[in-house]
């Protein structure tokens, strides 16, 4: 059964600092995938990672996989009030469905 | 249309009535997913539908839940006997095959009073 970590749960970090959230995940992945949710609101695609050392950036968002540690990071550079969210990931192995995991909740304070 | 949209965006319904939420997703696309978001909690899989293959039922928490969808179109979820357990939001994705992002839907708001 696949399984996804991601930590921290929570975050409360000040602007302009950087920080680091992590995703687990058990089992070898075809995909990986980093997702924003505003509260109340959907979920926003910000990345799909696919391949071993594979590194996409979006303004202040930097996201890397590296299959052979089952970890992909989501990096947060000089954070800005913007970016309070809940982040999660998700992986998929084949045609089986998005597992989740239980997503950080970003807070970015002055 | 441009994107994935479910129908309704709220429902409120009194405990032990049927319910039917609707997925239309982006054209083309054959993956289908419900999931369920409760309040501050991450998402939870419901059921996977991927073109004419037998659904993936794994996540379907009783048998008061169904769902189905008619080829590459529409999907209707459908919870019988509601409970105020069932309480949560009831977020819909698609996806084409082959391709690899998933994009979501804006979600039911199911409240069960």
């Known amino acids: 059964e696949l399984k996804v970590e991601q930590n921290p749960l929570f975050l409360s970090m000040q602007e302009g600092k950087n920080y680091t959230i992590y995703c687990n995940y058990s089992?070898?992945?075809?995909?990986l995938y980093w997702y924003r949710q505003d509260p109340g609101k959907s979920l926003e695609s910000l990345f799909v990672?696919?391949?071993?050392?594979a590194v996409k950036q979006e303004g202040r968002l930097m996201a890397s996989l590296d299959t052979k540690a089952r970890l992909s990071t989501l990096h947060i550079t000089a954070a800005v009030h913007d970016l309070s969210a809940t982040y999660f990931c998700?992986?998929?192995?084949?045609?089986?469905?998005?597992?989740f995991g239980k997503g950080t909740r970003l807070s970015v304070i002055a | 249309g441009a994107g994935v949209s479910q129908s309704p965006s709220n429902k409120v319904t009194e405990k032990g009535k049927d319910v039917e939420l609707r997925c239309d997703p982006i054209s083309g696309h054959t993956a289908l997913y419900w999931y369920r978001q409760r309040l501050g909690q991450g998402l939870e899989f419901l059921i996977y539908?991927?073109?004419?293959?037998?659904?993936?039922k794994s996540g379907l928490p009783s048998d008061r839940f169904s769902a189905e969808r008619t080829g590459e179109s529409v999907s209707t979820l459908t919870i019988q006997r509601t409970q105020q357990e069932d309480s949560a939001v009831y977020l819909c994705?698609?996806?084409?095959?082959?391709?690899?992002?998933?994009?979501f839907g804006q979600g039911t708001r199911l409240t069960v009073v």
């Open positions: 998700a992986v998929v192995i084949s045609s089986t469905p998005l597992v």
């Open positions: 539908f991927q073109g004419n293959s037998a659904p993936d």
């Open positions: 990672l696919l391949s071993n050392g």
């Open positions: 089992t070898t992945s075809d995909r």
């Open positions: 994705a698609s996806r084409l095959t082959g391709g690899t992002e998933a994009f």
